[in-house]
C-alpha cells in the first residue's frame, strides 16, 4: 500500500501510523483483527485525510460563519464520561455550494478533539428537535456517519438521537442501511422522558429537560467545558462554611510546609531525576490523607504532571475526598500554571493560580468539599506557559501575565476523575481501558479466548515433557539398580 500510493497519502499521517501503536490498534480493533480489511479501511482514511487536508485544517481556513453557526460543537459529557459531539439539525441548511466546507467543519471537530484527547471515544447527539423536511440531509449525515464508520477507527460509542419526527423514519431508514449491525446498536432513539438514562441533566440544555445553561457563541472556539480558573482555597457553598476554621488552616500550613521542604530540598540536586526521587520519600508522610500515590507521569515541554491522566477519587462509602498533583518544572525558567475545571462548585484547589521554580516540584492538593463526589464527567485542566525571569509572580503580575501570552505557548493537560469503590491499592493497577474504552465486543472476548486457550496449550506441553522427562528418570533409575543388583549377585555367586 505504501509502495504503490504514496503520492495519496499525507507523510505526517504515515509517520505517525509508524510511531503510533494505539492509532493501528484502533484500526484493527473496528476491523476485528481482519488484517486485509484493515489495511483497506487504512487506505481509504488516509487518502480521505489527504483529500480533506485534515492535519492543515485550522480555525483561520474555515469561514467564520461556520463556528458562528452553532450547528456542530463539543460539549459535556454522557453518563460514561465520554465526550459529547452535537448536531443540531434545526441550524442546518441544505445548501450544495456550501457542502464541502460543513464536511471540512466535521472533520475539523474530529481531528480537533483526536489530537487533544488522544483517540478517546466520542458520544454523537442529533438534536432534532423543531425540525422538519427542509432540515433533511441524507448526504450530510451520510459523511458524518462514515466519519465514524471508515475514516476514524474505534472513535464511536453510541449515536443519541432526539426527538426525530415521525416524517424523518424513513430517511433514517435509509441511514440504517448505510450502517453495519454493530453501528446500528449504537443508534438510541429518545425523548424528553428518557435521554437521561445516557446523559444525565446537568449537561442537557432546558428543551431536553436538561439544567444546563450553556450557550453556544463564537468565538472563542467551544472545545472544552473548563470554567474559570479556581480560587486559592476554591469556591466556597453554604455547605462547606460548616467547617472548622482550623481545619482549613492546618490543610494551608501543611501545603505550605510541603511546598517549602520542597524547594530546600531542589537547591541540594542538580537533576530533575534526583529531585523526584529525594520527594517520594518525604511525601510518604506529609501527603494529605486518603491522597492516591501517581502512577503515571506526563511528560510535558515545561512541565512534568503526575498523575498523567486520572484523579482517583473514592465514593461516599470510603469517604476518599483528595487527591495530589505534582508539578515538576523542566525548564531553566519560571513556569506560571493554573487550574480549571468543569466543576467549579464541586472542589477546592490549592494551589490554582501560581508559578513553579525551575527545576522544582509543587504539589496541588485538589478535594471535595461539602455534600459532591467526584463523577466521571468532572475533568480537570491544567495549563502551564514560560515566563520571563524578571516579571514577578505575584497576583497581579499572573493575572497580566495570562491576559498577554499567546495561545501557541500554553501547554494544556487534562485529567480525568474516577471514582473507586474501594482504598485498596490494588484497584488503582487497573488499566485505563478497563473504564474508558467501550463494552468489548463478543469477538474481542473470543480472540482473549483463544489466546488463553493458546498458553494454556504451552504449558500443557511443558507439563508433558516434564512428566516424560520424570517417567524416563525413573526408569532409567531402575535399570541402574537393576544393573547394580545383578552385578552384586555375579559377584557373590562366583565367590561362592
Known amino acids: 500500500y505504501l509502495l504503490d500510493k504514496s503520492d495519496k497519502y499525507d507523510s505526517r499521517d504515515v509517520e505517525r501510523l509508524q510511531q503510533d501503536d494505539k492509532w493501528v490498534e484502533n484500526y484493527l480493533i473496528w476491523r476485528h483483527d481482519v488484517i486485509d480489511d484493515t489495511l483497506k479501511m487504512i487506505d481509504e482514511s488516509f487518502q480521505w485525510r489527504k483529500e480533506y487536508t485534515v492535519n492543515d485544517l485550522t480555525e483561520s481556513v474555515l469561514p467564520k460563519w461556520l463556528f458562528e453557526n452553532g ?10 464520561g465520554y465526550k459529547l459531539f452535537w448536531f443540531r439539525v434545526k441550524h442546518h441548511v441544505r445548501e450544495p455550494k456550501q457542502q464541502l466546507e460543513k464536511k471540512k467543519l466535521v472533520a475539523f471537530w474530529l481531528e480537533h478533539y483526536a489530537k487533544r484527547d488522544h483517540g478517546k471515544p466520542l458520544t454523537v447527539v442529533f438534536d432534532m428537535s423543531e425540525t422538519g423536511i427542509s432540515h433533511i440531509d441524507l448526504d450530510f449525515v451520510r459523511f458524518i456517519v462514515n466519519c465514524f464508520t471508515d475514516y476514524y477507527p474505534n472513535f464511536l460509542t453510541k449515536i443519541v438521537i432526539f426527538e426525530m419526527p415521525w416524517i424523518m423514519n424513513a430517511a433514517f431508514k435509509i441511514v440504517k442501511g448505510w450502517l453495519g449491525p454493530e453501528a446500528i446498536s449504537m ?27 450553556f450557550k453556544y457563541s463564537y468565538p472563542p472556539l467551544v ?51 534526583q529531585i523526584s526521587k529525594s520527594e517520594e520519600t518525604d511525601k510518604t508522610e506529609s501527603k494529605p490523607k486518603n491522597a492516591k500515590k501517581a502512577l503515571t507521569t506526563f511528560k510535558g515541554p515545561l512541565l512534568h504532571i503526575s498523575p498523567a491522566e486520572e484523579l482517583y477519587f473514592g465514593s461516599k462509602e470510603t469517604g476518599e475526598k483528595k487527591c495530589l498533583i505534582v508539578l515538576t518544572n523542566v525548564t531553566k525558567n519560571i513556569v506560571a500554571f493554573k487550574v480549571r475545571t468543569t466543576a467549579p462548585e464541586k472542589y477546592r484547589v490549592k494551589p490554582s493560580n501560581s508559578s513553579c521554580e525551575p527545576g522544582t516540584s509543587l504539589d496541588i492538593i485538589v478535594s471535595l468539599h461539602g455534600g459532591f463526589a467526584a463523577s466521571l464527567q468532572d475533568r480537570f485542566l491544567i495549563m502551564a506557559a514560560e515566563m520571563d525571569q524578571p516579571s514577578g509572580t505575584g497576583v497581579p503580575e499572573l493575572t497580566q501575565f495570562w491576559k498577554e501570552v499567546p495561545r501557541t505557548k500554553v501547554m494544556e493537560h487534562r485529567l480525568r476523575c474516577h471514582v473507586i469503590e474501594s482504598s485498596k491499592p490494588s484497584s ?14 463478543n469477538e474481542d472476548l473470543h480472540m482473549q479466548l483463544t489466546h488463553l486457550l493458546q498458553i494454556n496449550k504451552r504449558l500443557q506441553e511443558q507439563i508433558d515433557r516434564c512428566l516424560w522427562f520424570q517417567q524416563l528418570s525413573v526408569v532409567l533409575s531402575l535399570l541402574s539398580v537393576t544393573v547394580v543388583a545383578f552385578c552384586f549377585y555375579l559377584a557373590y555367586t562366583q565367590r561362592s
Open 428 to 441: 488503582l493497577t487497573l488499566k485505563e481501558n478497563a473504564f474508558n474504552t467501550p463494552a468489548k465486543t
Open 71 to 80: 450547528t456542530l460543537f463539543l460539549h459535556g459529557y454522557d453518563k460514561e
Open 223 to 273: 472545545d472544552d467545558d473548563f470554567q474559570t480558573p479556581l480560587c486559592e482555597n476554591g469556591p466556597i457553598t453554604s455547605e462547606d462554611e460548616h467547617e472548622s476554621k482550623e481545619e482549613i488552616d492546618a490543610e494551608t500550613k501543611e501545603t505550605g510546609e510541603l511546598n517549602e521542604e520542597h524547594s530546600l530540598n531542589q537547591k541540594k540536586m542538580n537533576s530533575v531525576e
Open 187 to 213: 443508534l438510541k432513539f429518545t425523548n424528553k422522558s428518557d435521554v437521561q438514562e445516557y446523559i444525565s441533566g446537568e449537561y442537557l440544555p432546558p428543551h431536553m429537560g436538561g439544567t444546563d445553561s
